[in-house]
């Protein structure tokens, strides 16, 4: 029996075992196929359960028609609590993706005027980011509750920043990267430091780049212009726990200046 020669809603059933990507595809297939595609039924079940408590905590509300359309809006990062965390949908697995911004972190002393300010900046989805004037003492730590996340994923979180110009003694040393949760600890390391343009080396890099080579983390690139370092990894099995995540270079007792911070994302790693 063909596909198309079922009834729409068990032919939406169907699609709702794929991916969004692959019910997209499959809508070509015919205008029977397509039609169900569309339902309102299909397209919820790529929603999170708790979607409805999700949009209420939504900053600015948003308007859509049918369930396909607020998939595709909450496929783009869209303020949530105050404006102080975004949420959004991975297009992939529809898994909930989260990033705290600045504000939500606990940065040492980011509340001291001598050692970091605090910006708009119009690259940012967030009202202000935090940027580093001068420091010895580099900390940055951030937590949420996983009962938050989609359950039965694995998950990375991403510490996203840019180097102001004037940005001074961050990759000396290696800062030290970290996620735990419950029993589950990981670790590494990253010299914070631009990534290489154009695949040209100043001379007194290179022995910095070969330092950088034998480490397990790098900086990269994002499409919004921002920079991320991995932090680490964990599986969500999907009980209620806390997740703690952070950077540090607190060894090193020389000066560090020059890093502009916008939050950590939590996102399914794949």
Same mark, same amino acid.
């Given at each position: 029996?063909?596909?198309d020669?079922?009834?729409?809603?068990? +032919?939406?059933?169907?699609?709702?075992?794929?991916?969004?990507?692959?019910?997209?595809?499959?809508?070509?297939?015919?205008?029977?196929?397509?039609?169900?595609? *569309?339902?309102?039924?299909?397209?919820? /079940?790529?929603?999170?359960?708790?979607?409805?408590?999700?949009?209420?905590?939504?900053?600015?509300?948003?308007?859509?028609?049918?369930?396909?359309?607020?998939?595709?809006?909450?496929?783009?990062?869209?303020?949530?609590?105050?404006?102080?965390?975004?949420f959004?949908?991975?297009?992939?697995?529809?898994?909930?993706?989260?990033?705290?911004?600045? /504000?939500?972190?606990?940065?040492?002393?980011?509340?001291?005027?001598?050692?970091?300010?605090?910006?708009?900046?119009?690259?940012?989805?967030?009202?202000?980011?935090?940027?580093?004037?001068?420091?010895?003492?580099?900390?940055? /730590?951030?937590?949420?509750?996983?009962?938050?996340?989609?359950?039965?994923?694995?998950?990375?979180?991403?510490?996203?920043?840019?180097?102001?110009?004037?940005?001074?003694?961050?990759?000396?040393?290696?800062?030290?990267?970290?996620?735990?949760?419950?029993?589950?600890?990981s670790?590494?390391?990253?010299?914070?430091?631009?990534?290489?343009?154009?695949?040209?080396?100043?001379?007194?890099? +290179?022995?910095?780049?070969?330092?950088?080579?034998?480490?397990?983390?790098?900086?990269?690139?994002?499409?919004? @212009?921002?920079?991320?370092?991995?932090?680490?990894?964990?599986?969500?099995? @999907?009980?209620?726990?806390?997740?703690?995540?952070?950077? /540090?270079?607190?060894? @090193?007792?020389?000066?560090? @200046?020059?890093?502009?911070?916008?939050?950590? *994302?939590?996102?399914?790693?794949?």
């Amino acid at each position: 029996m063909k596909l198309d020669h079922l009834p729409e809603d068990c +032919i939406a059933h169907v699609l709702s075992l794929t991916s969004p990507r692959d019910v997209c595809k499959s809508s070509l297939v015919s205008s029977v196929v397509h039609d169900a595609a *569309e339902s309102d039924l299909l397209w919820e /079940k790529f929603l999170p359960s708790d979607y409805r408590e999700i949009l209420s905590r939504l900053a600015t509300p948003v308007m859509f028609t049918s369930k396909k359309e607020l998939f595709q809006r909450l496929c783009n990062p869209l303020l949530v609590d105050g404006g102080k965390k975004t949420f959004s949908l991975d297009k992939l697995t529809s898994k909930k993706c989260y990033m705290l911004s600045a /504000k939500e972190l606990s940065i040492t002393w980011a509340s001291n005027s001598l050692y970091w300010c605090w910006k708009p900046v119009d690259q940012s989805r967030f009202n202000e980011v935090a940027e580093l004037i001068i420091i010895c003492w580099l900390e940055i /730590k951030g937590k949420m509750n996983t009962g938050m996340l989609s359950p039965n994923t694995t998950y990375c979180a991403y510490l996203i920043v840019k180097f102001a110009d004037r940005a001074v003694g961050l990759d000396s040393i290696p800062s030290e990267v970290s996620v735990e949760v419950g029993n589950y600890h990981s670790q590494g390391t990253i010299y914070l430091r631009r990534p290489k343009e154009d695949g040209k080396q100043p001379l007194e890099g +290179i022995y910095i780049q070969r330092r950088i080579e034998a480490e397990d983390r790098v900086l990269r690139e994002r499409e919004d @212009g921002w920079l991320e370092v991995e932090l680490g990894e964990f599986y969500n099995d @999907g009980s209620d726990r806390e997740v703690k995540m952070s950077l /540090k270079e607190i060894k @090193g007792e020389h000066l560090k @200046g020059g890093l502009i911070v916008e939050g950590i *994302e939590l996102r399914p790693k794949y």
